[in-house]
Every structure is written in structure tokens, then in C-alpha cells.
């Protein structure tokens, strides 16, 4: 199996190096445009001591090789675009609202002149608290072994359970949030609205609390999508339309979710369940795209692999 994965390493680089992947992609993309949303989420800069993500030079080079192949747009421009448009579309993502995407990707989209749509937790912001899904890997450091029963456990209770199984756990040695250096907290309020001041940065709404909507009744899922919504609105006075799933696999949304979106005003909707967008897909079942951490030629290589799905 090794051998075979440093021989398909060694013909993509080839393939790439050579020029043949990337006109093979051109013209794949020219006889039947396809158009992506990619998804990322930390990007630390070598400096993190907590939660991984990606590094900088890695996200430079991954949006250096896409911008050969695809016009760069907001989520709620691709929406109105993609089925009219002859051009390949793609949109990146930020989710979760982390420091990093401040301080890290935002400095490589504006020297790109890149547009993109960070999705925020309005709950985590100006406060030194973190994402539960953050807190469950600050006790992976710890506990690795408990940690997936916990996590799969986490995502099927409900808030309530939720909330205090959580507490337990923060009386936990690996558990600490005073140790959290500043540059891998959330974001505040002023950071955001530095990045709004970019006109091809477009903000939505990724819930209060993070919350697993499918989890909760109906209530209080309206409660996390409006109020997120509008404390964005009322921050950056502009309009908020798009929306990410907290988790965002097949169970964590519905169509009663799905209502509450459209009669509070958002017109798209993005999960975390991969593949390219056709035309006429759902706009409120977006699929994305996770590049990991590969490099250009592997950028490449995936995505050809995408658009020759169910051609
Ligand atoms: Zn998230």
C-alpha cells in the first residue's frame, strides 16, 4: 500500500510539474464547467500550542492553484451565479469565526484580492469562551482515548445534556482556558468589522452556541439561527444571508431547519458533506470541499477526481 501511495505522490507530481494535470483540468472544466465551495477552518501560522489547523504557506498555495481554474466569488454571489454561469465559480469558507482567520487568512485574501464568506458563532465572540467541539479537543490532549465515545456522544444529546456533560469535563486536568494563547481564541467584534470593511468579505451565520440543529426542538433552533443572524446584522449593518450547519453532515439539518432559514431571510446554506455543486442543487444543501492539507498538485488531482463524479 506504501509503495502504491508514493507512486501515485510521484505521477501527480509529474502529471502537475509537466503541465498535463492542470490542462487536463483546464480543459475537463471548459467542456463542462464545474464549480466548488471549499471549506477551511484554523490556519495557524507555526505559532499554535492548542488546536491544529492549517498552516498559512499551505492555504497560500492551495488558493494560488485554484485561482488558475475558477472565478472567485461570495456565497451568495455562487448562488445567484452558478446556473447561468459558463465559468467555473468557487467559493471559500471559513468556518467557526477563529482569531486566525483574522489575523492569518484574511492578510492572504486581501493581498490576493480574494472574496470569501467567514461563518461566525456569534456566541463566542468578545468572551474568552470557545466552540464545544474546541473543547472536546482541548481534552483530547489529555484523555485521547475517551475522546471519540465523548464526541459521538456529545453530538447525539440534547443542549441540556450537552451543556453539563461539558461542565464535567472542564474539571479536567487537560481542560484550561486561561491557557489559551490569545492568537487561538475566537475573534471579537473589532476584528470583524476590519474584515467587513473589505467589500468581498461576506459574512453568515453559523448559530449562537454551535448547536447540532436536528439536537434541539424547534424552538430553541430558531433561537440560535435568528439570534446569530441578527447580532451579526446589527454589528455590521448589512444584511445576512448565508448560513453553515453547526457539523453539517445528512443529520444535522432537516426540512423543518430548512424552513426556519427561509422565512428568516437566508438564501443559501452550506454543509459539510462532500462533492462539487451542479446546477439546480439545493441551495440549502451545499456541498464542500475539504483540500486538507494537500499540496498544489494534489489540489489538482482532487479535484479532477470531483468533476469526473457522476459525469
Ligand atoms: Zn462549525
Request: proline share 4%.
Amino acid at each position: 500500500m506504501y509503495i502504491l501511495h508514493l507512486l501515485k505522490l510521484f505521477l501527480s507530481t509529474i502529471l502537475y510539474y509537466s503541465g498535463a494535470s492542470r490542462a487536463a483540468l483546464k480543459i475537463m472544466l471548459k467542456i463542462k464547467p464545474a464549480h466548488f465551495i471549499f471549506m477551511y477552518h484554523r490556519v495557524n501560522d507555526g505559532n499554535h500550542n492548542i488546536f491544529s489547523g492549517l498552516d498559512i504557506g499551505i492555504l497560500e498555495k492551495q488558493i494560488k492553484a485554484l485561482k488558475r481554474y475558477f472565478k472567485f466569488v461570495t456565497l451568495s454571489e455562487f448562488v445567484g451565479l452558478i446556473n447561468n454561469s459558463d465559468k467555473p465559480l468557487t467559493v471559500i469558507t471559513f468556518d467557526d469565526g477563529y482569531k486566525n482567520t483574522f489575523t492569518n487568512a484574511f492578510p492572504i485574501l486581501k493581498k490576493n484580492n480574494l472574496p470569501a464568506t467567514v461563518f461566525l458563532t456569534t456566541g463566542v465572540i468578545d468572551n474568552d469562551d470557545i466552540i464545544w467541539t474546541d473543547k472536546l479537543s482541548m481534552l483530547k490532549r489529555t484523555d485521547a482515548a475517551s475522546l471519540e465515545k465523548l464526541k459521538t456522544e456529545l453530538k447525539n444529546v440534547p443542549n441540556s445534556d450537552k451543556e453539563n456533560r461539558i461542565k464535567q469535563w472542564e474539571s479536567c486536568p487537560g481542560i484550561d482556558y486561561k491557557s489559551i494563547p490569545e492568537a487561538e481564541k475566537m475573534l471579537s467584534w473589532d476584528e470583524v468589522k476590519i474584515m467587513a470593511k473589505e467589500p468581498n468579505i461576506e459574512f453568515g451565520a453559523h448559530t449562537v452556541n454551535h448547536l447540532i440543529l436536528t439536537k434541539v426542538n424547534k424552538e430553541e433552533a430558531e433561537k440560535e439561527i435568528i439570534d446569530s443572524k441578527q447580532k451579526i446584522e446589527t454589528e455590521l449593518s448589512r444584511k445576512i444571508t448565508a448560513f453553515c450547519y453547526p457539523n453539517g453532515q445528512a443529520g444535522d439539518f432537516n426540512e423543518a431547519v430548512i424552513e426556519i432559514l427561509r422565512e428568516n431571510g437566508f438564501t443559501c446554506a452550506v454543509t459539510t458533506i462532500e462533492g462539487k455543486i451542479k446546477k439546480d442543487d439545493n441551495n440549502f444543501a451545499l456541498k464542500r470541499i475539504s483540500l486538507g492539507e494537500r499540496p498544489p498538485h494534489l489540489v489538482v488531482l482532487k479535484i479532477i477526481k470531483e468533476v469526473l463524479k457522476n459525469v
